[in-house]
């Protein structure tokens, strides 16, 4: 059962994926694919470790995973879930980044993620 | 468990078409992607003991959002789950927000009017005092509390009620860290400051998982390490491999309690190897032994230390320490020339807590690792204001304001003088500290007690034994906070209060920094700055007592506006004068200056010159120390002038191995052990109520070794049964490379009955500092049951008919049997 649940949960994130792109940065609201009480009572990485180990992996290595900087703090939970987060959510920590990316030299579409690859967050993207 | 391929499909068609609609959230970001907010307030994080700078987001007076201060020393910005969360419960439907008062502790609560409900408390405590005397009624307090709410109690306590039954729960956290600071330096609190950190090449983190319990200083540990892998090395040393392991380059795990072998044998490897300072040993220091502190010699030292070679001490620790670990961890602390180190509740909740400090202070003060950029003896503290409210402004039994020892007749008599109040009237004999508080409850000695911004009857060791003293209906309890907890089901009189940012107020952190926060917004209606509820309360008390010295101690801060001015004024008189020529010396940072600064000041700061600058980055170090630089005579690089050393050296300590009070046996073969984790705050009763904290972190689960588990044959989720000599708890099992083998650890936030963990530790405490030791006791466990769905639990109160009762499966009841 619990395979079958999480293939449910990869089919259900490529499939969102496809649809991802019509977002502006998370102004947007998601709807995560539904569960029972009891399996809200997970951990996002309880399940998403299976469900999407490479996303997973790229997190747990990185200075987010290792400081403990958890799937809801960009991504929300079930009442409050987003995709794409919206950029308030990295100015908790980032509010200088965040600010600076508005500057009239940066693009106004610019994101943390548009430098940074996501999940990993390493400095820049290739590097 | 699983769903369905049909269900799985409408889900996912509802998802899609929820995707392409969109459902706008209009307002929630302003043009530059931050939330839309009319004003950001600034102020400090109101959980553990790092500090960090938040400003809070206010819209149409409330609270919306929470961001980190860039340019805080602190936290540079960063903050945790909790930090970036915490408005969500400020308007939480569980809030306080009547005063609610019942005779019996078997009838609901009434609500009742604030002149009422002050009136029944100055009542009850007026008549234990006249019936009973001074010494039966207590106040006991919070490190979460701000500075002015625990030097006001305190005065009200101590100047009014003449008693020193003055008490905190920092007494439960770092009370070890303060004896053995005490006792090595010959003062309290750190040297140094988290600048260090970023200068330090050798990390020595032994008895604390800062990766969950202060995640946003383990950040900079972690940036420092990673962003210089060759060069920086980790040591962590823990029975338990935790999140803070990860960055480790060493894990020492040994058997609970056996680390004072451990940290001997460092020692003994230091002198061996010839890398102790011998300047700094022949300048600065002495040797000492014993409870009469009979100074010793370094050759006694190094004889005292033969009984702790490494391979002796290796086999006293087992786990995975070998003599070559000790060697190797030995030579990266005493060769870097730039060691930190930090330690929390695994070195501190012990019966040999402060011996345990001193040696970690030892091996600073062997190596001279004291006093320069990036080297220094940590003591993390736990909560937000146990080191600027309590330890330095007076609130534990023995200690008066600006770390006065309530024994010392001199320092008594001018704390008396500075107040206005006739000299004598602070006893000189300290009060009951907390277990012996909760003891003398028990024992119905104390009649009355105030119980302020914290949650005994969870947090307490052996909790299930002093919740029946407070459970007594001889016994008044009140109780201020801001949610329903486990002590206001033992309460008669609960007063809803307001939270940080509801009103103004000082934290001091770790470091010797004190920050303050502004009154942002509202309490809830009804909900009361506790300072206005204090003076309120003592006017009443003098009244009834017929004395007017408890009307006088509280008579400078009568009818002030509670939002600002009334803080001000208590801070005022605080810093300005009982602060004032004392080693934390506040009296340059009035609220003008620390409102101009980002991140508050460290002390000494005598001036307000000074503390515009910051204050005291570090302490004793002449140049940079103000009052080390004044009483300086020589070319000496350091003036150690604590008040408790009368030579004015720094003191090692000769202390042998003793193992925990409660060992492993055939009967109970696993050693217990407790700790948080991040997404939890103490007894969960305001983080608890955070939807994404409680989804992350929901109950309370035993970790178990997989060896011992599969011994056992228990399995993930299982529902294991932990029972020691105190009784039983029934807890879902983890099984995890965490605590080593015949070693369960258990998170203790939780406040469900079947899985809150104090209800079986053990309540010994250090000679010493009276610092209990909840990380070590002797446990048997068995598989209970199979997994089953298990529920969070947080405690509520609901409106009936008769009156307010809590929604719990306790029942006071049982607790009233004898």
Redesign the interface.
């Known amino acids: 059962m619990k395979s079958k649940f999480i293939k449910s949960v990869l089919w259900s994130v490529i499939l969102i994926g496809s649809f991802s792109a019509i977002y502006a940065q998370g102004t947007v609201k998601d709807e995560h694919p539904e569960l029972s009480p009891e399996e809200k009572m997970m951990t996002c990485r309880g399940c998403h470790k299976e469900a999407t180990p490479e996303i997973y992996n790229e997190w747990y290595n990185s200075r987010h995973g290792i400081d403990n900087v958890r799937c809801f703090q960009c991504h929300g939970t079930f009442s409050d879930f987003h995709k794409t987060p919206p950029i308030s959510k990295c100015a908790a920590c980032h509010a200088k980044e965040v600010l600076n990316l508005h500057v009239p030299e940066n693009s106004p579409n610019k994101t943390c993620w548009s430098c940074h690859p996501v999940h990993s967050f390493r400095v820049h993207k290739g590097k | 468990?699983?769903?369905t391929?049909r269900?799985?499909i409408k889900?996912?068609a509802?998802?899609?078409a929820?995707?392409?609609v969109?459902?706008?959230?209009p307002g929630?970001?302003d043009?530059?992607?931050?939330?839309e907010v009319d004003k950001w307030v600034r102020g400090t994080c109101r959980f553990c003991g790092v500090g960090c700078r938040v400003e809070m987001g206010i819209k149409n007076g409330k609270p919306v959002?929470?961001?980190?201060v860039?340019n805080a020393k602190t936290n540079f910005?960063?903050?945790?789950?909790k930090g970036?969360l915490f408005y969500k419960f400020m308007r939480h439907p569980d809030r306080l927000t009547k005063p609610l008062y019942r005779k019996k502790k078997t009838e609901p609560f009434k609500e009742i009017s604030w002149d009422k409900a002050l009136d029944i408390a100055a009542n009850e405590f007026a008549k234990a005092i006249k019936k009973y005397g001074p010494n039966s009624v207590a106040y006991y307090g919070s490190g979460q509390a701000l500075t002015e709410e625990t030097y006001l109690f305190q005065k009200i306590f101590r100047g009014g009620l003449r008693t020193n039954n003055v008490e905190g729960n920092p007494r439960l956290c770092m009370a070890s860290a303060v004896g053995g600071y005490i006792t090595s330096f010959g003062a309290d609190e750190p040297m140094g400051a988290y600048e260090d950190i970023e200068k330090a090449l050798t990390f020595f983190i032994i008895g604390s998982n800062m990766?969950?319990a202060h995640?946003v200083l383990?950040?900079r540990i972690?940036?420092r390490k990673?962003n210089n892998p060759d060069i920086v090395k980790v040591i962590n040393a823990d029975p338990r491999v935790s999140?803070t392991s990860?960055?480790a380059d060493l894990h020492l795990q040994f058997k609970p309690g056996t680390d004072l072998a451990l940290l001997n044998a460092m020692a003994y490897v230091i002198i061996k190897e010839n890398w102790h300072n011998k300047d700094f040993l022949k300048n600065y220091v002495t040797f000492r032994v014993g409870k009469e502190k009979k100074e010793v010699t370094f050759d006694d030292y190094v004889k005292h230390l033969e009984n702790y070679t490494p391979e002796k001490a290796a086999k006293i620790c087992g786990g995975n320490i070998t003599p070559d670990k000790i060697r190797l961890a030995a030579k990266w602390f005493a060769t870097s020339g730039r060691t930190m180190s930090f330690w929390t509740m695994g070195l501190n909740q012990r019966t040999r807590g402060v011996w345990a400090n001193n040696l970690v202070n030892n091996l600073h003060i062997l190596t001279g690792q004291l006093g320069i950029p990036g080297a220094d003896s940590f003591s993390l503290t736990g909560q937000p204001n146990a080191c600027g409210g309590v330890r330095e402004g007076g609130g534990l039994c023995h200690i008066l304001p600006a770390h006065r020892p309530v024994v010392n007749d001199k320092l008594r008599h001018e704390v008396e003088r500075l107040w206005g109040i006739p000299e004598g009237r602070i006893p000189p004999k300290p009060g009951y500290h907390t277990i012996a508080m909760f003891q003398a409850i028990n024992d119905g000695k104390i009649k009355a007690i105030w119980i302020h911004t914290t949650s005994p009857a969870q947090s307490l060791p052996n909790a299930d034994k002093y919740r029946h003293g407070l459970a007594r209906d001889d016994v008044f309890v009140v109780v201020t906070d801001i949610f329903p907890t486990k002590t206001t089901e033992l309460a008669n009189l609960i007063l809803p209060s307001a939270f940080l940012f509801e009103k103004t107020g000082v934290y001091g952190c770790s470091e010797r920094r004190s920050q303050l926060t502004l009154k942002a917004v509202d309490p809830p209606p009804e909900a009361k700055p506790e300072l206005w509820i204090a003076v309120e309360w003592a006017k009443r008390l003098s009244k009834k007592l017929k004395d007017p010295i408890v009307y006088k101690v509280v008579e400078p801060f009568d009818g002030k506006e509670p939002g600002f001015e009334l803080p001000k004024a208590v801070w005022s008189e605080y810093a300005g004068k009982l602060t004032k020529g004392r080693d934390n010396d506040l009296s340059g940072a009035t609220y003008e200056v620390l409102m101009k600064r980002p991140d508050g000041v460290q002390w000494p700061a005598p001036t307000q010159e000074i503390a515009l600058k910051g204050g005291t980055y570090k302490k004793f170090v002449r140049g940079i120390d103000p009052i080390a630089t004044r009483l300086a005579k020589g070319n000496e690089k350091y003036v150690f002038y604590g008040e408790a050393h009368k030579d004015h050296k720094l003191w090692i300590w000769l202390r042998p191995y003793k193992g925990a009070a409660e060992e492993p046996d055939a009967e109970y073969p696993f050693y217990l052990s407790t700790g948080r984790v991040?997404?939890q705050w103490h007894t969960s009763s305001m983080t608890g109520r955070i939807?994404?904290l409680l989804?992350?972190a929901?109950y309370a689960y035993v970790e178990i070794n997989p060896r011992d588990a599969m011994r056992l044959g228990i399995k993930p989720n299982d529902i294991v049964e932990i029972e020691t000599r105190r009784g039983k708890v029934h807890i879902p099992a983890k099984i995890v490379e965490g605590p080593m083998e015949g070693m369960v650890f258990v998170y203790w936030y939780d406040m469900d009955e079947d899985r809150m963990i104090n209800r079986v530790t053990k309540d010994a405490f250090d000679p010493g500092s009276k610092q209990p030791e909840f990380k070590i006791c002797a446990a048997r466990i068995r598989k209970y049951s199979g997994p089953k769905?298990?529920k969070?639990f947080i405690v509520r109160m609901k409106k009936t008919r008769k009156g307010w009762v809590h929604i719990d499966k306790f029942n006071i009841k049982e607790f009233q049997k004898k």
């Open positions: 468990m699983g769903i391929r269900e799985f889900t996912t509802a998802l899609t929820a995707s392409m969109g459902l706008k959230l929630e970001l043009a530059q992607g931050m939330p959002a929470i961001r980190g860039p910005g960063f903050l945790c789950m970036m990766a969950e995640p383990f950040r972690m940036n990673l999140p990860r960055i991040i997404d939807p994404e989804q992350s929901p769905p298990l969070p």
